[in-house]
C-alpha cells in the first residue's frame, strides 16, 4: 500500500496530472469570460464520450492514430532528435498500404498484414530520409521533417490522381476487402463505430517502444547517443547509424498509424487539401505523456477525449469548439512549464518530504 502511495505522490506523476487539473481550470475561467457555463461545457463533453457505445467506440478509433504519432515523436525525443516529421510519415503509411490494398488480391491472412508493413517501412523511410541528412549532411531535423510533411502530402495526392483515381471522386479506389483490418464483431458491439485491429497493434507498438530502448543493446546505444553523441561516439558507437536508425523506427510508428487509418477507418485515400493533423497532435501527445509509452497512451486517450467530445460542448452548452483548443493548448502549456506546475503541488510535495 505504501508502494502505490508513493507512486502517486511523486513528482513525475504529480506534474502532469496537475498541468491537466490547471489546464481544466484555465479553460473553465475562457469560458466563464465567454459567457458560458463550464461545468455544463464539461458534463456535455463528458456526455459526448461516453453517452452511448457507438460515441465511446469512436473515441477509441480517435485515441488510436495519436498513440501512433505520439509514439513517433516520443521516440526521437528520447533519442535526442526533434521528429516534426510524424505528420508526413503518417501520410507515406496511408498511401502505401492504400497502394498495396488496391493492387493486389491476395488472402486476408497475407493481405492485411502485408499493407501495414508497407506502411511501416514506407512512413519508417521517409524519417529516415532526415537521419540521414542530418548525419550525412548535419542538417537539422526539425527543418527536413516539415519540409518532408508537405512533400508527403502532395506526393500522396499525385499518386492517388496518376494510379489509383476513382473515376468521378477526389478519392482513391476502395481497397480490396482482403486488405481491411476493421474488426466487424467488436464494431457491432459499439453500435458500428469504426473500431480495428490498429488499437492493438498501437497498444503492442508502445511495449515495443519499451522493450526496445530500455531491454535491448541497440535500445541503450540509441538513448546514449541521444544523451551525449560525442561520449558515445568515443565509447565506439556509431553515431551517424544511429540517428538514421532513430528516425526509421519513429518513422514506423507513424507509418502503419497512417495505415491503420486506411485499413481500419476509410477503405480509401482521400485527395488531401490540407494534412490530416494526427502528427502535430503527436508532438502534444508526447509532451504531456513525457515521452515515455505509457504516458503516451494516456496523452492520447486525454487528447482523444477533448477532440472527440469537443462536438459535445458545442452541442450541449453552446460552447465554440475552438474553446476545446484553449483547453488542450493550456494543458500542455502547464505541462511545459515544470516551474509553474511545481510551484503549485510545492506543498502537497513538502508535505510528503516532512513525513519522510
Request: include cysteine; glycine fraction near 12%.
Amino acid at each position: 500500500m505504501n508502494r502505490v502511495i508513493a507512486i502517486f505522490t511523486k513528482e513525475s506523476f504529480l506534474v502532469p496530472v496537475a498541468a491537466i487539473i490547471l489546464g481544466l481550470l484555465t479553460g473553465a475561467v475562457a469560458m466563464l469570460a465567454g459567457g458560458f457555463n463550464p461545468i455544463q461545457a464539461y458534463a456535455s463533453l463528458v456526455e459526448k464520450v461516453f453517452g452511448s457505445s457507438y460515441n465511446f467506440g469512436e473515441t477509441i478509433r480517435q485515441i488510436t492514430p495519436l498513440i501512433f504519432t505520439g509514439l513517433s515523436v516520443a521516440f526521437a525525443f528520447r533519442t535526442g532528435l526533434f521528429n516534426i516529421g510524424a505528420e508526413g510519415q503518417f501520410i507515406i503509411g496511408m498511401i502505401a498500404s492504400t497502394a498495396v490494398g488496391i493492387s493486389f488480391d491476395l488472402p486476408a491472412y497475407i493481405h492485411a498484414p502485408l499493407a501495414v508493413i508497407a506502411g511501416a517501412l514506407a512512413g519508417g523511410l521517409w524519417g529516415a530520409i532526415a537521419g540521414w541528412l542530418k548525419a550525412a549532411r548535419g542538417v537539422n531535423e526539425v527543418i527536413t521533417t516539415i519540409m518532408l510533411n508537405w512533400i508527403a502530402l502532395y506526393f500522396a495526392n499525385y499518386v492517388v490522381k496518376a494510379f489509383y483515381l476513382q473515376e468521378g471522386q477526389q478519392r482513391s479506389e476502395m481497397i480490396k476487402d482482403s486488405a481491411s483490418i476493421s474488426f466487424a464483431w467488436l464494431s457491432q458491439m459499439f453500435d458500428s463505430a469504426r473500431l480495428h485491429w490498429g488499437t492493438l497493434l498501437a497498444i503492442l507498438a508502445a511495449v515495443f517502444f519499451y522493450i526496445l530502448l530500455w531491454k535491448t543493446k541497440s535500445g541503450f546505444e540509441l538513448r546514449a547517443v541521444g544523451l551525449n553523441p560525442h561520449a558515445s561516439e568515443y565509447a565506439g558507437m556509431n553515431v551517424n547509424r544511429n540517428v538514421v536508425n532513430a528516425m526509421f523506427v519513429g518513422g514506423m510508428f507513424a507509418g502503419i498509424g497512417g495505415a491503420c487509418e486506411i485499413l481500419g477507418v476509410f477503405h480509401y485515400q482521400s485527395i488531401m487539401a490540407a494534412q490530416p493533423g494526427y502528427g502535430f497532435d503527436g508532438i502534444a501527445v508526447a509532451l504531456i505523456g513525457g515521452n515515455t509509452p505509457l504516458g503516451v497512451i494516456l496523452g492520447a486517450i486525454l487528447f482523444g477525449m477533448l477532440t472527440f467530445g469537443a462536438a459535445g460542448m458545442k452541442f450541449g452548452a453552446g460552447v465554440p469548439v475552438e474553446l476545446i483548443r484553449v483547453v488542450i493548448s493550456s494543458v500542455i502549456f502547464f505541462v511545459a512549464a515544470h516551474g509553474i506546475v511545481k510551484f503549485f503541488i510545492k506543498p502537497l510535495l513538502q508535505k510528503k518530504e516532512g513525513g519522510n
